[in-house]
C-alpha cells in the first residue's frame, strides 16, 4: 500500500476518478461507491480460475471509500477492447472483428495510440483470446456481472519498442457491478436482448440461466469441460470464504454480504440443476 500526502489526498478528494504517479509509478483511484468491496471479491475469485484482474486495494480517506490500483500501462501497453473490436457484446462478433483487424486501417492507427504497432493478429493469438474471453464469459455467468462492455476488458502487450508488438494477455477491470440481478452484459450470441427490459428480479437469474444452456448447447467439448472446471472450483462455499477473509484482513463489515451470498447460491444452485438435468454433473 502507498503512502499518500495530504497534498495528494486532496486531490483525491477534489476529482472523482483520478490517477497521481508516485516512485514513477502511475496509480489509478476510483470510489468505491457502495463501501461493500466487491472489486477485491471478484479479484480473488478471478484468480482462483486463472484470469487476469485488475488488482485493486481499499483506501479510505476523511470517511470516503476509494479503491487503488496500478496503471496497467506502468507494465504492459494496455488496448481497451473498444479500440480492437466492433462493438458489440458478443463473443461471436469479437472473433469476427479480431479475424478482420488486417482489413481496418483505421482501427491499426488507433492501436498505436496506444503504443501498439501490428498489422493484425495470429490464428494462435486470437485462439487464445477467445478461449480467454470465454472463460470471462463463464466467469460472469457465475459471480452476475452486468457491466462487462467492451471498456471493461482489452488486450495488454509486452512493453517493448519491437515492432510489430508481441501480444501478451486478456485482462478484466471494473467488477463493481457483480453479485446482481440486472442480467450478465457479456452474451455467447445475441440471445438475451431483452435483458435489459426486466427489473431487479428473480427472472433475472433465469435469463442468466438460458444464456448458460444456450452456451453449452452450442460449444465445443472443450469449453463445456472448461465450464465443469469452473462450477467446481467457483463453490458457494469459496465465495463464503472470500467475503470473510476480506472483512477479516481490511477489518471491514460488508454490510450487504448475505445478500450477495443468498444470490449467488441460488445462481449457483440452479446452474447445478440444469448441469445435472443435461448429464454433466
Known amino acids: 500500500m502507498i503512502n499518500l500526502t495530504e497534498e495528494e489526498k486532496k486531490y483525491i478528494l477534489k476529482n472523482r476518478i483520478s490517477r497521481i504517479e508516485k516512485d514513477g509509478l502511475v496509480y489509478f483511484i476510483k470510489p468505491n461507491e457502495n463501501g461493500e468491496f466487491i472489486e477485491l471479491v471478484c479479484k480473488i475469485l478471478a484468480d482462483k480460475v486463472g484470469i487476469n484482474c485488475v488488482n485493486y486495494e481499499p483506501i479510505e480517506i ?34 469476427i472483428s479480431l479475424e478482420d483487424l488486417p482489413k481496418e486501417e483505421k482501427r491499426l492507427e488507433k492501436l498505436q495510440n496506444y503504443h501498439v504497432f501490428i498489422d493484425g493478429l495470429s490464428p494462435q493469438e486470437i485462439q487464445t483470446i477467445m478461449n480467454k474471453l470465454t472463460r470471462i464469459f463463464i466467469f460472469d455467468l457465475f459471480i452476475l456481472n452486468c457491466d ?24 478484466i477491470l471494473d467488477n463493481e457491478t457483480s453479485f446482481n440481478v440486472y442480467g450478465t452484459a457479456l452474451k455467447n450470441s445475441f440471445l438475451d436482448e431483452k435483458i435489459d427490459h426486466f427489473g431487479f428480479n428473480h427472472s433475472i437469474l433465469e435469463l442468466n440461466l438460458q444464456n448458460l444452456d444456450n452456451f453449452l448447447k452450442t460449444s465445443s467439448p472443450e469449453f463445456v469441460d472448461m465450464f465443469k472446471e469452473m462450477f467446481e472450483i467457483l463453490t458457494p462455499g469459496l465465495v463464503i470464504e472470500t467475503f470473510n477473509q476480506i472483512e477479516k484482513q481490511y477489518g471491514v463489515v460488508i454490510k450487504e454480504k448475505h445478500k450477495y451470498i443468498d444470490l449467488y ?10 448441469v445435472s438435468s443435461r448429464g454433466l454433473a
Open 148 to 171: 462487462r462492455h467492451d471498456d471493461n476488458w482489452g488486450l495488454t502487450f509486452k512493453k517493448r519498442k519491437e515492432i510489430p508488438s508481441v501480444f501478451e494477455d486478456v485482462i
Open 62 to 95: 476523511n470517511d470516503y471509500l476509494y479503491y487503488i490500483s496500478e496503471d496497467i500501462n506502468n507494465n504492459s501497453n494496455y488496448v481497451p477492447a473498444s479500440v480492437v473490436c466492433f462493438d458489440s457484446d458478443s463473443l461471436y462478433d469479437t472473433w
Open 265 to 274: 447460491l441460488e445462481n449457483y444452485n440452479m446452474m447445478n440443476d440444469l
